[in-house]
């Protein structure tokens, strides 16, 4: 993007205000953006693989339930707060955008950046330990996991982009955020996988663009078959495309920021 590059010390230092400002008072600091998942996915894996007995169709043989859960849940969990804190980017900054005048989409690409780079950083960390462990992952394909969270970032750019400028008009968009993402959680494939649903299901599925993220991006670190590459570029040009036309659906809207904060 032209604007961040050309605005890029000002990007990094709302990013760096994003960060700091999310563990101000937090005794474990950064650690607990790892330490939260961490605890989420031993739960997961007490509850679903040793309570319950899931299991799910395995890429490759004695791979644990809570490893088909941990290559899912850190790429969803920087999607959901990337979008749960950008929507109200705009809102929480309404003394900057009314004295200020600069690209207001910053605060909404510093807010993502700020997210993507927190969850990151621990989804790395914890896929090196399972590696370590010897529990089947593969980073043969890195240049597919590349692609997955290429998708997967401007997908979530799109979103914050649309709902940031929105909850400016319509203040009830963060209230409803929070129940769809809720539902967005379990219509995803980060607990199970789209072979495991009826087949219509399925089929339903496949309107959701998480499955089109989650999945490949959960295959390419857990199998070491070829990529389906031209699925996967696809994938990814169609989330620049709509992440053009939603930075132009907000910028629009941009225009009337200070007229109704």
């Known amino acids: ?10 990007l990094l230092a709302l990013i760096q ?13 950064v650690a607990w953006g790892i330490l939260h998942p961490l605890i989420m996915l031993a739960i997961y894996g007490l509850v679903f693989e040793h309570i319950f007995k899931v299991r799910v169709p395995q890429v490759v043989d004695n791979q644990p339930y809570v490893l088909f859960v941990a290559t899912a849940m850190w790429p969803w969990l920087a999607f959901q707060e990337a ?7 705009i809102q929480n900054n309404s003394a900057i955008v009314k004295k200020v005048s600069f690209p207001h989409e910053l605060l909404v690409l510093s807010t993502v950046l700020a997210s993507f780079f927190v969850q990151l950083v621990g989804y790395i960390l914890v896929m090196v330990l399972l590696y370590l462990w010897g529990l089947g992952i593969h980073f043969q394909n890195w240049p597919a996991m590349l692609l997955a969270m290429l998708s997967l970032f401007f997908a979530a750019l799109s979103v914050a982009f ?3 400028a929105l909850q400016v008009y319509v203040r009830d ?18 607990l199970y996988t789209t072979a495991t649903v009826p087949h219509w299901m399925g089929e339903v599925m496949q309107w959701n663009p998480l ?7 959960r295959s390419a670190l857990l199998n070491t078959s070829p990529a389906d590459w031209l699925g996967q570029s696809l994938t990814l040009l169609a989330c620049i495309f709509v992440f ?3 930075r132009i659906f907000f910028n629009r809207l941009a225009k009337y920021f200070e007229d109704m904060l």
Not at 1 to 10: D, G
Not at 19 to 26: D, E, P
Not at 179 to 188: E, P, R, T
Not at 211 to 217: A, D, K, N, S, W
């Open 1 to 10: 993007m032209a604007v961040a590059w050309q605005h890029r010390a000002l």
């Open 17 to 29: 205000r994003d960060l700091k400002n999310r563990y101000a008072g937090s005794l474990a600091g």
């Open 83 to 89: 979008v749960s804190r950008s929507v109200v980017a």
């Open 162 to 164: 649309v709902l940031a």
């Open 173 to 190: 968009v963060e209230q409803l955020l929070s129940q769809v993402m809720n539902g967005l959680f379990y219509l995803s494939p980060i």
């Open 211 to 217: 499955v089109h993220m989650l999945e490949p991006l």
């Open 244 to 246: 053009v036309a939603t």
